[in-house]
């Protein structure tokens, strides 16, 4: 019995320790082991359990702040499940891992704001419900603390917004109903509506397959869908996360669809704060479907925005040209949905090629970067200048397994495009995770009318395009010179082209590719494209196929567009000396692709709120209000400013090397191009280049001077003026002015190209 007591006295006593902090409890041997308290020299207190020196188990925390902390530990931290009292009066309950929030958790804000759904690294990541003290909603996905991905918006007064987020903005493609009845289906970007929609008035026929998402409001539309239903929901996609994560079947339940980076604007609060009582949520209940009503097409009403500002609205159904008014608006709905472009998931008809070719650059980019870059020699060019290897599903001495179907591999030149890309300053990391990363490749979903296939990778940067074989053919018989072009003019506008490849499958088919740079990938919304040659004949779009995505040509031009004198005589200069190689080559069919970017005039945007106020009521622009005119003393304001280039503070282009064109706005100096509310960029030639569109006399656009960001290139570069091209030339020369064709000599298709351009980019006066 004494030697009981004795052994109980050892493993039970207080200790204070060198450094002030004291220890009362459990012992093994020397370390705390069982219950125990501790208290640092600060005040803070643990009482709970330990485990060889670390505080493992249940227990409490206090901080002399005040804050409290009461759950699991391992390991010395916070790490399980426990609550959390902050000093302001938040409390958190949920998951943590090594004192992060991680997992399933509820967050009660001071200002009694609350979420509750999956956490990463202390912020909101994944699926969650945030509820603003003033009773708006946000159903859908986060990213380190801001909504991004889809999501439904549930404002307190009745309007909700089905959308793409993007860093707590809404920004792409969705809907918003309002409580009056009224609907709008558009884009939005970074906040505001920006581009094409259709406006419904309330009691007009409004599409009845809208996909909403599975969690915004009850069957009587009056409030969210109930917290046991979200906590489920969250609960399951937690388990199929971890599952997909230890497991690696992540790419079974990926199924994404493309999400257009175009977007439309809710018009109640465009202020960027996802933990503010002032963002605003929408969502509308699975079992709910917008309901169809026989009414005027009249009271459907076709809109275009820039930066929030309504600048062009008509009955649905006149010749637009916004959209194509012979089709139904179901049809627009699952058009706008889907976008231009699709991700490419497991059963889409494209994958195996899809990881054919990532396994093929990952191959190949690694097998040549470790070489020492050196000068392209005439060899690099030649026949011999090929990578080939064949990949077995069971992997190989030199390949790795992979769940593709068996193919034959080729990569053309790997030397030459290992310099362009190190010209471009790509680096070959950057590339490979761009193109082969864990994303998918993106395909468009209409083919160009050559017959060949576009894909983009996930961040846009690169463009990949199926060729045929006598395309192959002239960029390999062209790219000697190409090469040497490329070196000598920093800033050729002719297309950037970083691989060429050749998948061979079992059956004897063979795809080719070359992966392009994309001079659209930009965070600006590109309003309008056009595909520009200089030619008349068949060079204009029926009015009937136009919408958003659609690349306008020739004869559809409404604008001119002027850009400042230094800049005008570099880009004509670059036009010229480009059109010389090109002709030196006898390539014909080439054209500029124009991305023009629009900046809301200025004297539009007091009319703002007043637009707003009335499509929250339901009632058309058209029927209430109408454009103002543009005053003398508002004509001059800027959509844009320029001041001094700064290095490091500017986002640039994609692949972009050349030096900064001069302004004489700035002195003539180096100069950057601030867009209020979007940010600063590098301007470059061909590269957010601000001008000015003019209304051409035949132009229908009621607004007469737009400030516009401008990105242009020279493409379609492998089309030689052969045997087919002349006798295509002298059938359609009897039918049509033989100068009118897009068939012609090369010097002539020249020569004609820089002088439409010249139309197309006047001097100023």
Not at 439 to 456: M, N, V
Request: positive net charge.
């Amino acid at each position: 019995m004494a030697s009981a007591e004795t052994s109980d006295a050892e493993t039970h006593r207080g200790d204070t320790l060198p450094n002030g902090d004291v220890y009362v409890g459990n012992f093994d041997g020397l370390v705390p082991h069982g219950m125990g308290k501790y208290m640092w020299t600060d005040g803070a207190l643990y009482d709970g359990e330990w485990d060889k020196s670390k505080m493992t188990g249940r227990g409490i925390i206090q901080w002399p702040s005040g804050a409290s902390y009461e759950g699991d530990f391992r390991g010395g931290f916070i790490d399980g499940t426990g609550t959390f009292k902050g000093v302001d009066g938040s409390v958190y309950k949920g998951s943590w891992r090594m004192n992060k929030k991680q997992g399933m958790g509820t967050m009660v804000y001071s200002n009694s704001d609350t979420y509750e759904g999956l956490w990463n690294e202390g912020l909101p990541d994944g699926y969650g419900k945030y509820t603003w003290a003033a009773g708006n909603i946000y159903i859908g996905n986060w990213k380190s603390g801001n909504m991004n991905g889809r999501g439904v918006m549930q404002w307190i007064h009745g309007d909700t917004l089905d959308c793409n987020w993007l860093n707590g903005f809404a920004h792409g493609k969705g809907y918003c109903k309002y409580a009056s009845g009224a609907c709008y289906i558009g884009t939005w970007d970074r906040g505001v509506k920006d581009g094409h929609g259709i406006f419904y008035q309330p009691g007009s026929k409004i599409p009845c397959n809208l996909e909403v998402s599975e969690c915004a409001t009850n069957n009587d539309g009056t409030g969210a869908s109930s917290s046991s239903n979200v906590k489920a929901k969250i609960g399951l996609l937690f388990i199929l996360q971890n599952m997909c994560n230890k497991r690696g079947l992540r790419r079974f339940f990926h199924r994404p669809k493309r999400i257009s980076n175009g977007t439309t604007p809710i018009s109640y609060d465009d202020s960027r704060n996802h933990l503010s009582q002032h963002l605003c949520n929408k969502s509308l209940s699975s079992n709910e479907r917008l309901r169809d009503c026989d009414v005027h097409k009249d009271l459907v009403y076709e809109r275009e925005y820039v930066q929030g500002v309504l600048i062009l609205e008509q009955p649905k159904g006149k010749d637009s040209g916004m959209l194509d008014s012979g089709e139904t608006q179901e049809n627009t709905w699952q058009k706008q949905e889907r976008g231009p472009m699709e991700t490419i998931y497991k059963g889409h008809r494209s994958y195996f090629l899809m990881l054919n070719l990532q396994l093929g650059i990952r191959y190949t980019v690694g097998k040549i970067t470790p070489v020492p870059l050196r000068e392209v020699r005439s060899n690099d060019f030649g026949p011999r200048a090929r990578i080939r290897m064949y990949f077995p599903c069971e992997g190989s001495q030199y390949t790795p397994p992979h769940c593709s179907v068996n193919f034959f591999w080729k990569d053309y030149c790997p030397m030459v495009f290992r310099n362009l890309r190190e010209m471009f300053h790509i680096d070959a990391a950057d590339y490979m995770m761009s193109i082969c990363g864990g994303d998918s490749l993106k395909e468009l979903s209409s083919p160009g009318k050559s017959g060949s296939i576009f894909y983009l990778s996930q961040d846009e940067r690169f463009v990949i395009k199926t060729l045929r074989k006598s395309e192959l053919k002239i960029l390999l018989k062209m790219l000697p010179k190409y090469y040497n072009h490329v070196k000598a003019y920093d800033n050729t506008l002719i297309t950037k082209f970083f691989g060429v490849h050749r998948i061979t499958l079992k059956a004897g088919k063979k795809v080719r590719f070359v992966v392009m740079g994309n001079m659209f990938c930009t965070e600006l919304r590109i309003h309008r494209k056009y595909d520009l040659k200089g030619s008349t004949q068949g060079r204009s779009t029926k009015k009937q196929k136009i919408n958003e995505n659609t690349t306008l040509k020739d004869l559809d031009l409404s604008h001119a567009f002027h850009v400042d004198r230094p800049w005008r005589e570099a880009l004509f200069r670059q036009i010229a000396l480009d059109s010389m190689f090109l002709e030196s080559q006898s390539i014909i069919d080439y054209s500029m692709l124009l991305g023009i970017h629009f900046r809301a005039p200025q004297h539009l945007k007091a009319v703002m709120p007043h637009q707003n106020t009335l499509e929250s009521s339901g009632i058309s622009s058209a029927t209430d209000c109408t454009i103002p005119p543009q005053s003398e003393d508002t004509s001059s304001s800027k959509g844009f400013l320029l001041v001094a280039h700064e290095p490091g503070t500017t986002v640039g282009g994609s692949h972009i090397r050349g030096s900064m064109v001069r302004a004489s706005e700035g002195g003539y100096e180096e100069v950057d191009l601030v867009l209020p509310g979007t940010g600063r960029f590098r301007v470059q030639l061909g590269v957010n280049m601000p001008a000015q569109a003019r209304k051409l006399l035949e132009s229908t656009d009621p607004i007469e001077e737009y400030d516009v960001v401008l990105y242009l290139g020279i493409i379609d570069i492998l089309q030689e003026y052969n045997m087919s091209k002349r006798v295509e030339h002298a059938v359609k020369s009897l039918k049509f002015d033989p100068l009118s064709i897009s068939s012609v000599d090369p010097n002539l298709y020249s020569k004609r190209f820089v002088s439409f351009l010249e139309r197309v980019f006047p001097e100023q006066d």
